[in-house]
């Protein structure tokens, strides 16, 4: 990628998660003066400061956190400080989307434009994903019998495109002293009410498929880890639907082969954490940060709306998680089992993990 271009190459590198700045672009070319005009304005110092947190914390977890319990990956369910790294990524490069696409439509720039440098960049990133968790290209050419697909970089390289694609075909630049709609304290969403009925639908798909979809030899709904749990009765079970999907449309040895419930719970079955079903949770994270954006741009200087928005949006998030938990508990009658299982599951990205990591940055933020 250095040789064909060395500047695109570490522009994508350095801001592959997106520009906290107000006004910073997502690549490509601007208008005469733009980037004067970018490179004299101040950057959003919150979410600055936000991402410096989270690489803090990954560059920590990653070197052994200390051997902190909670500064270890949770082997399936549970939730601990090093499963809430990935999540406000996603948030972050959410929130970035959202500012930097308004600044460019703003400065005159065409949406397809935009679009061609949004596929591109997230093909160069889905490309530098394969290449980082396929390390055996330095024995000589990738083989692609055993390629692992799925991975981290990939995963924000998908979620980058639908959610940066969904805004600019919906987007409306925030205007300056004006409100998009004849309800100021809502003009932050209902102008954009497509994008959420986009979103709605494609998380009732991810529950249609999580819990309805006939997986060969397991229970519908099954959320476990396979091997040893649920008593052993599902060995072959690992991640259920998730899982499936990704068998069956990536192929067994196209997906990671040791998971971390291999230790506790004795798994045969391959399973990546970052498979396909779980893309589409990554994507609401994304929304949600690029609603947190817009909140940034239509409250402008209104820190008191700013905050308020924010606490307001957390409460919600977590009451629809504990709805989430209590409904399936009251259909299934198995208190504990469903409740643990759709509590916090990190490995599968589920529906009650994004809603608590979403209030949880919102704090930070």
């Given at each position: 990628?250095?040789?064909?271009d ?6 994508l ?34 979410l ?49 989307v959202?500012l ?5 439509l ?28 396929n ?11 055993n ?5 981290v ?9 639908v ?24 003009q ?9 009925l ?14 309805f ?13 396979g ?30 082969q ?9 798994t ?14 990554s ?28 606490c ?10 504990y ?36 209030s949880?940055?919102k704090?930070?933020?």
């Open positions: 990628f250095r040789k064909m060395p500047r695109e190459t570490d522009r590198i350095n801001s592959e998660l997106g520009s906290p700045s107000r006004t910073d672009s997502i690549g490509g070319e601007f208008p005469i003066g733009a980037w004067n005009t970018a490179s004299s304005l101040p950057r959003l110092r919150s600055d400061t936000f991402r410096g947190l989270a690489l803090t914390v990954m560059v920590f977890v990653n070197y052994g956190g200390g051997k902190y319990w909670f500064f270890k990956h949770q082997s399936w369910n549970g939730l601990t400080i090093a499963d809430l790294v990935f999540p406000w990524f996603v948030f972050i490069m959410g929130t970035s959202s930097s696409l308004s600044a460019m703003r400065r005159g720039c065409s949406k397809w434009q935009l679009l061609g440098k949004v596929l591109w960049r997230s093909l160069l990133l889905f490309l530098i994903g394969l290449i980082v968790i390390p055996n290209y330095c024995l000589g050419p990738l083989s692609l019998d390629l692992r697909i799925p991975g970089l990939q995963r924000l390289a998908c979620t980058y495109f959610v940066a694609t969904l805004e600019l075909f919906f987007a409306k630049p925030a205007p300056e002293n004006s409100t998009l709609t004849s309800y100021p304290a809502l932050d969403i209902l102008p954009y009410w497509p994008q959420w986009f979103m709605l639908a494609l998380e009732g798909l991810w529950l249609c498929l999580t819990f979809l006939s997986v060969p030899g397991c229970p519908k709904g099954y959320l476990g880890p091997g040893i749990g649920s008593f052993g009765n599902f060995p072959n079970c690992t991640g259920g639907a998730a899982a499936y999907i990704d068998h069956l449309l990536l192929g067994g040895k196209h997906i990671y040791h998971p971390s419930s291999n230790v506790l719970y004795h045969t079955v391959p399973f990546d954490p970052e498979g396909i079903l779980g893309t589409i949770n994507v609401l994270m994304a929304f949600l940060g690029l609603q947190g954006g817009k909140i940034l741009l239509f409250y402008k200087d209104q820190h008191k709306q700013i905050i308020l928005r924010f307001v949006w957390s409460i919600i998030m977590v009451s629809y998680k709805c989430l938990v209590y409904t399936i508990f009251i259909n299934s009658f198995k208190l504990f089992v469903v409740f643990w299982q759709i509590w916090l599951k990190r490995n599968e990205y589920f529906l009650s993990y994004n809603k608590l990591n979403f949880s940055l704090d930070h933020t």
